[in-house]
């Protein structure tokens, strides 16, 4: 974005609050956090005074606002890393990420993340005035996790998925492979998560965590316990179907932060792929599905447990 974006418009009704009135009015082209950093940044008034961001209005009132341009982007250099497409238009792209494969950049991951790469493929990406280095990055998936993740190409995509998302009305389904048998063939984890105490680096379920529900179905059980699971989730937290896994004592082979530090088979990293991927074109309103096959390498162990 090369120079400012200015609005300029009157509040129809009363006793709603700023921000949501500007998210009313500006929904698919910011965020509510995008627009409270505004409000926040002096960048929003009413009748030419800048306001907080939970006051309610009268009706009547004009206001302006006004978006920055985005600063020039040089903490992102693109890098032409290979990518699996499994589709992409003008608006988005579905790609099929490795094991292995960093999402966005963060402490200790500058470099070689998939937003470098998506960046050097659609180069339009920069343009997104969100969070460089999350630019075109709709959902995430831990490094260790392959499968199938969306990117969206412009803002007015960005901003339409994101907010199926948040609606909780994209599918997202995973195949894992679990240490034990859960008590029951089919089932459903609502427990809240959030950031263990004792470690921050890790999630758990807590009282006072963020809403998360998974719901699952037993695919396949073998002689030594481990358990083929196909998985759906509900909520995103982090590490959520690995934090709600272990919750019921079944926690997923390979993953030695949730589960058993000892391992009973040789896998680096964890066994869990996202499979299906299932969720409304932002311009289109076409319903879509994609489906990435297990990766060579998670295939090996379920060959493996089968022999």
């Known amino acids: 974005m090369s120079e400012h974006e200015n609005y300029e418009f009157i509040v129809p009704g009363s006793g709603e609050r700023l921000d949501k009135i500007l998210v009313t009015q500006l929904g698919e082209r910011l965020t509510r956090s995008q627009i409270q950093q505004l409000i926040k940044d002096g960048h929003v008034t009413v009748n030419g005074k800048a306001i907080k961001p939970g006051v309610r209005l009268k009706g009547g009132e004009t206001i302006k606002l006004e978006i920055p341009p985005t600063?020039?982007?040089?903490?992102?250099?693109?890098?032409?890393?290979?990518?699996?497409?499994?589709?992409?238009?003008?608006?988005?792209?579905?790609?099929?990420?490795?094991?292995?494969?960093?999402?966005?950049?963060?402490?200790?991951?500058?470099?070689?993340?998939?937003?470098?790469?998506?960046?050097?493929?659609?180069?339009?990406?920069?343009?997104?005035?969100?969070?460089?280095?999350?630019?075109?990055?709709v959902h995430r998936l831990d490094k260790d996790t392959s499968g199938v993740i969306l990117i969206a190409r412009n803002a007015t995509a960005m901003h339409r998925l994101m907010k199926q998302f948040a609606e909780r009305t994209v599918e997202k389904y995973y195949l894992t492979l679990v240490e034990r048998p859960p008590k029951t063939s089919t089932g459903r984890i609502d427990a809240p998560?959030?950031?263990?105490?004792?470690?921050?680096?890790?999630?758990?379920?807590?009282?006072?965590?963020?809403?998360?529900?998974?719901?699952?179905?037993?695919?396949?059980?073998?002689?030594?316990?481990?358990?083929?699971?196909?998985?759906?989730?509900?909520?995103?937290?982090?590490?959520?179907?690995?934090?709600?896994?272990?919750?019921?004592?079944?926690?997923?082979?390979?993953?030695?932060?949730?589960?058993?530090?000892?391992?009973?088979?040789?896998?680096?990293?964890?066994?869990?792929?996202?499979?299906?991927?299932?969720?409304?074109?932002?311009?289109?309103?076409?319903?879509?599905?994609?489906?990435?096959?297990?990766?060579?390498?998670?295939?090996?162990?379920?060959?493996?447990?089968?022999?």
Do not use: C, N, W
């Open 71 to 137: 600063p020039p982007d040089t903490t992102i250099v693109p890098e032409p890393i290979d990518l699996t497409i499994l589709y992409e238009d003008e608006d988005l792209a579905v790609i099929d990420k490795p094991a292995g494969l960093i999402v966005h950049p963060g402490v200790g991951s500058e470099g070689s993340t998939l937003v470098h790469a998506i960046l050097a493929r659609y180069p339009e990406i920069a343009d997104i005035p969100i969070a460089p280095k999350r630019r075109g990055i």
């Open 193 to 307: 998560i959030g950031r263990d105490t004792r470690d921050r680096k890790k999630m758990a379920v807590m009282r006072d965590g963020r809403p998360a529900v998974t719901e699952f179905v037993v695919l396949e059980t073998f002689d030594e316990g481990q358990t083929l699971v196909r998985v759906r989730l509900l909520t995103g937290r982090t590490h959520q179907i690995r934090a709600h896994m272990a919750y019921i004592g079944a926690p997923v082979v390979g993953d030695r932060v949730y589960g058993y530090r000892k391992q009973r088979l040789s896998l680096k990293g964890q066994f869990l792929h996202a499979h299906t991927l299932t969720f409304t074109h932002p311009r289109t309103g076409e319903r879509l599905t994609f489906t990435s096959p297990l990766p060579g390498r998670l295939q090996h162990v379920l060959d493996q447990l089968r022999r």
